[in-house]
C-alpha cells in the first residue's frame, strides 16, 4: 500500500496538521486514543480519505514476557475504529521483572534496546507471532535510537532485522534518524545497516530531529531534522522507494511553516547516488543457534531486569556496560518521567513552582516507576507529604487537596496512614 508523505498527529498540533497541504497520512500514539472514540481532529481527517496509522509504544515485544492480552487488545480495538492497513511498535523492552526473575515489575517509561543476540531474538520472534495473531491488520516494528550498547552481541543491527523478518514475515518501520543516532552512539555504520536488512520488507519510514551534547546523540523528536538525518533517508532512497515517510516530533511543537518547510525537505530528498549494494550483496546472516525458548526467556529476564535495575532504582551496572553511558540513560528517563508526570498532572508543576523539577529527580534517583506515569504522580505526592514538604504551608495544603481527590476509596497503605496524620497534625482534622 502506497502511504506517501505523512507527519505524526498530535493533540498540540492537530490544527496545523489538518491544514497543512501534501499531508496524504497521519500517524497517532495509539496509547494515546481511546479505544472507543476519537479526537475530532482526526474523525475529520479520516473524512477527508486520510489514513490514520495507531503506533503503540508500550507492548515491549523485545521484553521477556510474553505480551500482554489486554494490551494487545487495546491495540487491535483501536485499530479496528481507525479502519487502518496496518499498525505499528517497537523492537524494544519497557518493563523488566516479575515471575520470570520473582522480583517486583520495574517500568523504564522509554524504549529500549534489546541485546542483539540469539536468545533475544528468539524471545522476540515467538512475542511477534502472538502479537500478530491477535491483531486484525498486518504489523510493523520499528529499529529504535539507543544510548547505549549491549555487551556481546552477536548480530548486527541489520542482520537482527533480517533475521526477524525471515523467521515471521514481519514488516519493518525504519526509523532513518535512529540509524543516525546509532552510528553517533554506537559506532553503526547506517549504510552498512541498510545494506543488510530487507528493505524489500519496508512498510514505511520515520525521519526525526535531535541534537548532540558531549558526544552522544539525543533522539528528542523535539528538534528540527538534521541534514546527516537526510542523507541516511538518502541512503534508503537509493536502495527502495518506501511506501511513506513520515516525520515525527513530539514536543517542542515549531510553527506551521516550519513543520510545511521539514515535510517539504523530506519530501525533496533525492536518492543518494553513491553506489548501492543492495539486496544481493547483503552480507549472509549465519544460521541461529538452536536455543529452547523458555531458556531464552529466562536468561532474558535475569540480563534485562539487572540492567533496567540498574538504571532506574541504582543497583550496580551489569558487568560489561558503559558506565557513563548508563549514567547518561539514567538520568534521560528520570528527566522524562519529570517531563511526562507534569504533562499528566500539571497541577503538580503549579503547586511546586520551580522546585518541582529538582524535587521529583530526587524522587525518582531510587523509586523506579511501577504503576504508569498516573500512578508515579500520586506517589510522588505522597513522599512529598509524609516529609512535610512543600514548605509553604498554603502549597503544602493543596497538594494534599490534589492528592485526596485523585486517590479514591481504598484500603489504605502506610503512607496513606501517615499523610493522615500529617494533615492531622497540621490542620486539625
Known amino acids: 500500500m502506497k502511504l506517501g508523505i505523512g507527519i505524526g498527529w498530535r493533540p498540540e498540533i492537530a490544527d496545523a496538521v489538518e491544514a497543512l497541504p501534501g499531508v496524504d497520512w497521519v500517524e497517532a500514539v495509539a496509547e494515546n486514543l481511546c479505544a472507543d472514540h476519537l479526537p475530532d481532529s482526526l474523525v475529520r481527517l479520516r473524512e477527508r480519505g486520510v489514513t490514520v496509522v495507531p503506533h503503540g509504544v508500550s507492548l ?14 487495546g491495540l487491535a480495538a483501536r485499530a479496528e475504529l481507525l479502519g487502518t492497513p496496518l499498525v505499528t511498535e517497537h523492537i524494544a523492552f519497557v518493563r523488566a521483572g516479575g515471575p520470570l526473575t520473582a522480583s517486583p515489575v520495574l517500568e523504564a517509561g522509554h524504549l529500549l534496546p534489546v541485546p542483539r543476540t540469539w536468545d533475544a531474538l528468539g524471545v522476540l520472534c515467538e512475542n511477534v507471532r502472538i502479537a500478530q495473531d491477535s491483531l486484525p491488520v498486518p504489523l510493523a516494528l520499528e529499529n529504535i535510537a539507543a544510548l ?3 555487551p556481546g552481541e552477536e548480530l548486527t543491527e541489520g542482520q537482527f532485522l533480517a533475521e526477524l523478518v525471515e523467521r515471521t514475515g514481519v514488516r519493518l518501520l525504519i526509523d532513518v534518524a535512529n540509524l543516525h543516532t546509532n552510528h553517533v552512539n554506537r559506532g553503526e555504520d547506517p549504510v552498512t545497516a541498510l545494506d543488510e536488512l530487507p528493505v524489500e520488507a519496508i512498510a514505511y519510514v520515520h525521519v526525526a530531529g535531535g541534537i548532540e551534547k558531549d558526544g552522544v546523540w539525543h533522539d528528542t523528536h523535539a528538534h528540527p531534522v538534521t541534514q546527516p538525518v537526510l542523507d541516511v533517508l538518502a541512503e534508503l532512497r537509493s536502495r527502495v522507494d518506501p511506501p511513506g515517510v513520515l516525520l515525527e516530533r513530539d514536543d517542542d511543537f515549531p510553527s506551521a511553516g516550519e513543520l510545511a518547510g521539514e515535510l517539504a525537505a523530506i519530501r525533496s530528498t533525492p536518492a543518494a547516488t553513491s553506489t548501492v549494494r543492495g539486496a544481493a550483496c547483503r552480507r549472509t546472516v549465519r544460521p541461529a543457534k538452536p536455543v529452547p525458548t523458555a531458556g531464552a526467556r529466562d536468561r532474558t529476564a535475569v540480563a534485562q531486569t539487572a540492567l533496567l535495575s540498574s538504571l532506574v532504582a541504582g543497583t550496580p551496572v551489569p558487568d560489561g556496560f ?5 549514567g547518561v540513560q539514567g538520568r534521560a528517563l528520570a528527566a522524562k518521567r519529570a517531563d511526562v508526570v507534569a504533562k499528566v498532572a500539571p497541577e503538580l508543576p503549579e503547586i511546586l513552582g520551580d522546585g518541582y523539577r529538582k524535587a521529583f529527580l530526587a524522587y525518582a534517583g531510587n523509586r ?7 500512578r ?3 506517589a510522588f505526592a505522597e513522599l512529598l507529604l509524609v516529609e512535610g514538604r512543600p514548605d509553604d504551608e498554603a502549597a503544602r495544603r493543596r497538594l494534599t487537596l490534589w492528592w ?4 479514591g476509596p481504598r484500603p489504605p497503605r502506610r503512607a496513606t496512614r501517615l499523610v493522615r496524620s500529617a494533615r492531622a497534625a497540621l490542620f486539625g482534622k
Open 368 to 374: 523506579p516507576m511501577s504503576g504508569g506515569y498516573r
Open 404 to 407: 485526596q481527590d485523585r486517590t
Open 148 to 150: 547505549f550498547s549491549w
Open 60 to 73: 515491549g515485544l523485545g521484553g521477556a514476557d510474553r505480551p500482554d492480552p489486554g494490551r494487545l487488545a
Open 376 to 378: 508515579d504522580a500520586l
Open 322 to 326: 558503559d558506565h557513563r553511558r548508563l
